[in-house]
């Protein structure tokens, strides 16, 4: 019996390519994944769930899955008004902004984090102004949240900035002509249009954030119970030889990541429900 | 409701689209704008949907003047040429558009809504798509739905731009005689815009035949064909031959034939090109009178129903194409290589652009 319908494709080699892409998704992915689910077998049911409940680390999924979601909806929000700017209106030194837009891609995390907390501290740039205010940044899980939405916003911005330079011209002046309002052309036709591409960009952003560590570290203050993310608890725990219990927590971020990616992906599913 | 294009001008960059056109579009009538890529047509389509605004000149829409209002007051109904649907609604909810976006005061019923869709659906035939996506129509289905959802909004006007343009021959053919059927239904002044002469000649009441952002000429399909006012006009609608020579007293004189033309009588010995339509070349085995000219042969193309011939003129080197039926073709069992003679039926002269 044949297990696979014959293709004839252009590009030769379903085999081959299935083959290749499963061999490489394992050493790349699953094999270091089933490691670490392997590693914390050692521990016995109760160690487990007790290692992973711990107050101070339930304290620390409460500030990382926290703080990536509100990262990420800033960056849907912002993300794609950058990409909306930049696709379409033409104004000197768009490519410079264009490009500035990757520069949290290429930026060492470290470099970002002590940039990040020099001018958000009490007697920075931007964090004297604020001090006033009473609004601390660094060192708080509000900076957690700036951080974050820092290195995430190009993941917003490079996966919708496509969709809006392939959206035509004439779908805009279909409604006008029908009578709809810019806010109505808006929130009816590009909206909806927007949408998938809106939330992988949400999905890549919320799953960067929540595994980021170089440039959050550096202006959490990493206080246990207020603003301690997982990571950093994960690497504690490892400096203390502690690994199967550094592990035993990483499962369950693994775990709820993977779940919040599923939800998201179903979401997009859903949402592109017209196309096939 | 009656349309008016008064002096319009446009330039886009160094490029002039329309200079000084005026046209007077009466009340319920299907117009084509017949050009080549590049005449301005679409231009004036969406200058007078107001997608466009004219550098200069007015466009009133029944005697009133609309040159200065918004696309969303003008109640124009736009068909494009890539249909550009809504891909992300249903069908019913693309043609639902122009109603649900309405005001909360002047919005119909949910139940009116869906009635009036129901209805539209039913005229375009296609009301059991309704709950379909886009995708999943073909080209000529996907420009059904199109057209109702510009009629749902009751247009005052319906403006087409090269609404067949995208779609394949026999569906092409298909989708005008049903437009020109819909049209007669429902007596909404439309315009539409097309570079196919056949489509034009076979839909319209009225084509506006426009050349580099001027137009040519106005008329009827049977006016702009048969009395064509410039070579422009002649030359578009159609295959023609073209004959160069000079004139002089009162007479062409061309390649191997002579051709009285009274309204030229003044010119002397300037340069004159007569045209003359494929399907007016009759060709025969025998001389008829001294306006037949000797030609060889040199391709047969078999065009289903119509047979294209090239002859080339003796002792010249110039070819002529002509067009046969089938009957006659078979009745004459013309061969390649042979001699014979071509005897023009119908020729019209031109001086520069005017006409005799």
């Not at chain 2, 399909?221 to 030359?235: G, K």
Request: proline share 4%; hydrophobic share 45%; aromatic share 10%.
């Amino acid at each position: 019996m044949k297990l696979f319908k014959r293709h004839n494709n252009v590009l030769p080699g379903f085999g081959i390519t299935l083959g290749f892409t499963i061999f490489y998704l394992s050493v790349i992915v699953l094999i270091p994944l089933s490691a670490l689910v392997f590693r914390t077998m050692g521990l016995t049911w109760g160690e487990f769930i007790s290692t992973v409940t711990a107050p101070r680390v339930m304290a620390s999924y409460k500030v990382t899955f926290g703080a990536a979601l509100i990262a990420a909806l800033i960056n849907a929000v912002f993300g794609v008004l950058v990409a909306w700017v930049l696709v379409r209106y033409k104004f000197p030194g768009r490519k410079i902004v264009d490009a500035l837009v990757d520069l949290p891609f290429a930026l060492p995390t470290a470099v970002a984090g002590i940039t990040l907390a020099t001018i958000y501290s009490s007697n920075g740039w931007v964090g004297r102004y604020l001090e006033p205010l009473g609004i601390k940044i660094a060192f708080t899980p509000l900076g957690i949240t700036l951080a974050m939405t820092f290195i995430g916003l190009p993941f917003v911005v490079r996966t919708v900035q496509p969709v809006i330079e392939e959206i035509e011209v004439e779908l805009e002046e279909a409604a006008v002509c029908l009578g709809a309002n810019r806010w109505q052309t808006l929130t009816r036709v590009i909206f909806p249009m927007l949408f998938p591409s809106i939330l992988t960009g949400f999905a890549l952003s919320f799953a960067r954030g929540v595994g980021e560590y170089g440039s959050i570290i550096f202006i959490a203050g990493n206080m246990p119970m207020v603003s301690e993310i997982t990571p950093l608890l994960i690497i504690t725990k490892l400096e203390q030889f502690d690994y199967r219990g550094a592990t035993a927590i990483a499962c369950v971020m693994l775990l709820i990541s993977f779940l919040m990616l599923l939800v998201v992906n179903l979401l997009q599913k859903w949402s592109r429900r017209y196309a096939d | 409701m009656s349309i008016e294009i008064e002096n319009v001008n446009k330039q886009f960059g160094t490029f002039k689209a329309l200079s000084n056109v005026s046209l007077a579009i009466p009340s319920g009538e299907l117009v084509a704008l017949l050009g080549p890529s590049g005449c301005g047509k679409t231009t004036l389509l969406r200058i007078v949907a107001g997608l466009e605004y004219a550098d200069s000149g007015r466009i009133l829409f029944n005697g009133e003047d609309t040159t200065q209002s918004h696309v969303r007051e003008r109640r124009v109904g736009f068909v494009f040429q890539h249909y550009a649907l809504f891909r992300h609604m249903t069908v019913f909810d693309n043609v639902a558009f122009g109603l649900t976006v309405r005001p909360k005061a002047t919005r119909p019923s949910k139940q009116d809504i869906r009635e009036k869709v129901m209805k539209l659906l039913q005229l375009v035939q296609l009301e059991n798509m309704a709950t379909r996506y886009p995708a999943q129509l073909s080209g000529g289905q996907r420009q059904r739905i199109a057209l109702a959802r510009a009629l749902a909004v009751e247009p005052q006007v319906l403006l087409l731009d090269e609404p067949f343009g995208a779609l394949d021959a026999q569906v092409r053919a298909e989708l005008r005689r049903w437009l020109r059927r819909l049209h007669d239904e429902i007596h909404v002044t439309s315009v539409f815009v097309t570079h196919d002469q056949e489509e034009a000649l076979e839909v319209a009441d009225r084509i506006v035949v426009m050349n580099k952002g001027k137009i040519e000429q106005v008329g009827t399909p049977d006016q702009v064909y048969e009395n064509p006012a410039t070579s422009f006009v002649l030359n578009f609608l159609g295959s023609v031959n073209m004959f160069h020579g000079r004139m002089s007293q009162g007479k062409a004189q061309l390649s191997g034939l002579q051709v009285h033309s009274n309204g030229y009588a003044g010119a002397d010995d300037t340069p004159a090109v007569a045209y003359v339509r494929s399907h007016d070349i009759e060709i025969d085995r025998s001389q008829i009178d001294n306006s037949s000219i000797k030609a060889e042969i040199k391709n047969i193309l078999k065009l289903g129903p119509t047979v294209r011939i090239s002859l080339l003129i003796e002792g010249n080197s110039e070819f002529v194409e002509a067009e046969l039926t089938r009957d006659k073709f078979q009745q004459l069992d013309l061969k390649h290589g042979e001699h014979v003679y071509v005897h023009p039926r119908q020729v019209r002269v031109f001086v520069d652009d005017f006409q005799i």
